[in-house]
């Protein structure tokens, strides 16, 4: 929205773009943009007010409140809770809405746009989200390890610096 038109495959790809820069890891940076820069532009030091609510449905023995760190970046809006991490911006012209929802942790993207003047996005990512949640595709990614023979020559390497200090070989690694 804000006068950009777009479509929903051209929103995936850009989704796809910015969830790309998670988990955080240490393999080659490809693109114009570094992975890290995408996600500094998304957590910005700007806090929202922090919130403090009722978990509805909470079992018991679980906890029955919700904590909310949220900040603000770039345009970005980071909502950080003890159980999920979500980044988002939505955006309005006109009688047209869009919305752009990534859970970090799960690779997950929503995108919704609509030509309803009055709709209201947030509501709509918020229940695609519980359903997809509901289903189980939320599920964390797990960080992948580098094959074993790639870093052990390089630990070996590193250690043999550590162990005896040589400026030379450290520029080498």
């Known amino acids: 929205a804000g006068g950009i038109y777009s479509t929903v495959r051209d929103m995936a790809r850009y989704a796809g773009f910015l969830l790309a820069a998670y988990p955080p890891r240490d393999d080659d940076d490809h693109g114009p943009i570094r992975r890290a820069k995408i996600r500094e532009a998304q957590h910005s030091d700007f806090a929202l007010e922090p919130r403090v609510s009722h978990?509805?449905?909470?079992?018991?023995?679980?906890?029955?409140?919700?904590?909310?760190?949220?900040?603000?970046?770039?345009?970005?809006?980071?909502?950080?809770?003890?159980?999920?991490?979500?980044?988002?911006?939505?955006?309005?012209?006109?009688?047209?809405?869009?919305?752009?929802?990534?859970?970090?942790?799960?690779?997950?993207?929503?995108?919704?746009?609509?030509?309803?003047?009055?709709?209201?996005?947030?509501?709509?990512?918020?229940?695609?989200?519980?359903?997809l949640d509901a289903t189980g595709a939320m599920t964390p990614r797990e960080p992948g390890l580098p094959d074993p023979s790639t870093y052990t020559p390089l630990m070996t390497a590193f250690l043999g610096v550590y162990n005896a200090f040589d400026k030379a070989k450290l520029a080498a690694i």
Request: proline fraction near 1%; charged fraction near 20%; aromatic fraction near 10%.
């Open 55 to 131: 978990k509805a449905g909470a079992k018991p023995g679980d906890s029955s409140l919700e904590l909310d760190a949220s900040s603000y970046g770039f345009g970005w809006v980071r909502e950080q809770t003890c159980t999920t991490d979500e980044i988002w911006h939505n955006g309005a012209i006109d009688s047209y809405r869009a919305e752009l929802a990534l859970r970090t942790a799960s690779g997950v993207g929503v995108i919704v746009l609509t030509n309803f003047g009055t709709a209201d996005t947030h509501a709509f990512t918020d229940r695609a989200l519980a359903v």
